[in-house]
């Protein structure tokens, strides 16, 4: 469903003109995803994880390299026509999603929940349709009189399950999860990642989730990949292949996982 | 943002301030005593009294009168002044701040020329060549100040431009105006409204300034830097004509420039939380 190939991508450095220069972010990152598929991109922070996420959602444009939805090129995809623009139902297929870690810049504060549901459905019968929007707020477990309510009303955890109906909203192909439990508390993460768990079960949803979280990916991930300084180091086709990995930076980061 | 402002009695001082002065000018008509254009030259330098509560001018017309009518230009230009700089500044710094790259810095390199330019030099240079009258104090004053706003308001933008729900906005193929028009300007809005009242009291300064120096209102029309102009001329004599004007401009501008700082402290609490 998703392929991934040789992406490089540079970062304008800061600074006077005879001392800028290129930083580079992304250094040939090549990997596949299959449709239904739950993938694990872990790494330390600033390795680039969610920068390669932008690209995948087409907010950023490779200098190299080139990422591929059902083959087709996602830079050059016609969003506005995928999401359902000026037809009746929101468009299957080909389309990424996202949910972010930071649930309190993710939504619009002037945005009541109805508001927030709805942008992805823009344009189509469906932003209006109340039962819909219902509908999305009970998959993510949230009562339907939520939808009058402003994002400062809702908890962390709320909010982030209101993140997560409006990622599926316009019914994507792929939902990227950038770090999507990290800042919520222990006992909320557990609920997400199973509601998360559950929706992919129930709808046949993708998953690329980005996290620095051994933990929450190996719950939730049949298949993971290390990242570290722009690259893929490791891939680990089950979990069970965790205690094989070569890759030094890996292993530390499954070692201190397990201390 | 305004129950903040609502329990802030400093705001509701400078409300009721510039309140006050808004309908005292819309009603002129109603509340002046006299034609603040009809003068007898035999009650000129009249002292307070009932028929003439702040006395009368080197020709007889009623003070009160004059600076009752004199609200109209000076609000109400300053108010045109405002709405067209802001209006202009905003668009630019908008459209600057969305698009970022190369129009970005064309954008502002030309920004940065108009801001280079000494503002009261400006004023007069254009005032000089388009002729004097209001109305060329006004496109003079919009061209000093929008470049000004431009840059504060592309600041901002982009502040606003990678915040996750604009990014989850361009993600789901938002277009460029959707995204300006829901969620950008919507977001600058306060600090605009913020900057818009602590620079009213710099634009009601400047008028009364440029018809002070008789490049504005042109006499005998009441405006309030035209009435310091006149009464420039017997400070002498009588040195009380200068007050009655001096004190309402000082008055409106403080009240602007108070209500201003009200409205960033306002704005500040909210952005604390959530």
Not at chain 1, 48 to 54: D, H
Request: charged letters at 15%; glycine letters at 10%.
């Amino acid at each position: 469903m998703l392929q991934v190939e040789n992406v490089h991508l540079s970062f304008k450095k800061k600074g006077s003109f005879w001392r800028a220069g290129n930083k580079p972010i992304l250094k040939g990152v090549t990997f596949h995803m299959r449709q239904g598929e739950c993938l694990g991109l872990i790494g330390a922070s600033g390795s680039g994880k969610s920068t390669l996420g932008r690209v995948i959602t087409g907010t950023l444009r490779p200098q190299r390299g080139l990422a591929r939805l059902f083959g087709e090129d996602i830079h050059h995809m016609d969003k506005a026509g995928l999401f359902g623009r000026g037809r009746a139902r929101p468009g299957l297929g080909g389309v990424v999603s996202i949910v972010f870690q930071d649930y309190n810049t993710s939504v619009n504060p002037r945005f009541a929940v109805r508001d927030i549901l709805a942008e992805p459905l823009r344009g189509t019968k469906l932003a209006g349709d109340a039962s819909y929007l219902k509908a999305l707020l009970a998959q993510v477990r949230l009562p339907a009189d939520y939808l009058g309510r402003k994002s400062f009303e809702l908890s962390g955890g709320e909010l982030q399950r209101v993140c997560i109906a409006r990622a599926l909203a316009a019914k994507p192909a792929l939902v990227l999860l950038d770090e999507a439990v990290s800042s919520l508390d222990v006992s909320v993460q557990f609920q997400v990642l199973e509601l998360l768990k559950n929706l992919k079960e129930e709808s046949g949803l993708s998953y690329l989730f980005i996290s620095h979280d051994l933990a929450a990916v190996t719950h939730l991930c049949d298949r993971i990949l290390f990242f570290n300084d722009g690259r893929v180091v490791e891939q680990v086709d089950s979990l069970a292949d965790l205690v094989h990995v070569k890759d030094c930076y890996s292993r530390q980061l499954i070692a201190a996982v397990l201390a | 943002m305004l129950r903040n402002l609502l329990e802030d009695r400093v705001a509701l001082l400078c409300l009721a301030v510039i309140g006050v002065t808004v309908l005292a000018g819309l009603f002129a008509p109603y509340v002046a005593p006299h034609d603040p254009l009809a003068g007898n030259i035999l009650y000129k330098f009249k002292t307070m009294s009932w028929n003439y509560p702040l006395g009368t001018d080197q020709q007889g017309r009623c003070v009160l009168s004059r600076l009752i009518y004199g609200i109209q230009p000076t609000i109400l230009l300053s108010l045109v002044t405002m709405a067209a700089t802001i209006t202009l500044g905003a668009a630019y710094g908008l459209v600057s701040g969305s698009a970022g790259g190369l129009v970005d810095e064309g954008l502002m390199r030309f920004c940065d020329v108009m801001l280079s330019f000494p503002s009261q030099v400006m004023i007069l240079a254009v005032v000089g060549m388009l002729g004097v009258g209001m109305e060329n104090v006004i496109i003079a004053n919009i061209l000093i100040k929008w470049a000004f706003y431009a840059r504060m308001i592309r600041g901002s933008v982009l502040g606003y431009r990678n915040r996750n729900y604009v990014v989850f906005s361009r993600t789901t193929g938002s277009g460029s105006w959707f995204i300006l028009s829901r969620h950008m300007l919507p977001a600058v809005l306060p600090e605009i409204v913020v900057l818009a009242s602590l620079d009213t009291g710099w634009v009601i300064l400047n008028i009364s300034t440029l018809s002070f120096l008789g490049l504005g209102v042109q006499a005998p029309a009441p405006e309030w830097g035209a009435m310091l102009n006149e009464a420039r001329q017997v400070i002498v004599a009588h040195p009380g004509q200068m007050l009655a004007p001096g004190l309402a401009v000082l008055t409106l501008v403080a009240a602007f420039n108070m209500l201003g700082d009200s409205l960033r402290d306002a704005l500040e609490i909210k952005g604390s939380g959530r």
